[in-house]
């Protein structure tokens, strides 16, 4: 009685090592990447600096996108002939009321040359 208990109960909680397992595989890509990967650092005060000032960004965003994004696509459409579209303008930029978030930063600091900064932002 006892070994065949023991062969049963020994059964059921590698069954349920292995369900737990493949839970956590199945989760790992939702999960940030400081998580996952110890050289990546995690950054929540970034996001708590984005999230005061995304009400100002939307603004400073539509500035830039104006002075940079239209003569850009202004010059591509004369280049590509198309007179009846030269004409394009931004008028509104909208990022949304949602602020964006940072999941985590890794920075490079081997194999960069002595004035290059690698910076990877998840």
């Known amino acids: 009685y006892f070994s065949r208990n023991f062969s049963r109960t020994r059964s059921v909680s590698k069954a349920s090592i292995i369900h ?17 990967f110890p050289d990546v650092e995690r950054v ?3 996001n708590i600096i984005i999230k005061k000032v995304w009400p100002h960004i939307g603004k400073i965003s539509q ?3 104006k002075r940079l994004v239209e003569p850009k696509v202004k ?10 579209l030269s004409n394009f303008k931004l008028r509104n930029v909208h990022l949304g009321s949602i602020p964006a978030r940072v999941g985590g930063i890794r920075v490079y600091d081997r194999n960069t040359g002595r004035d290059e900064l690698v910076v990877d932002v998840d």
């Not at 199945?26 to 990447?33: A, F, G, M, N, R």
């Not at 010059?75 to 009846?84: A, H, K, P, V, Y």
């Open 20 to 36: 737990e397992k493949q839970v956590l595989k199945s989760q790992l890509e939702y999960l940030p990447s400081w998580v996952i």
């Open 44 to 46: 929540e005060w970034i």
């Open 63 to 65: 500035q830039i996108a």
């Open 75 to 84: 010059e591509i459409l004369n280049r590509l002939r198309l007179e009846e």
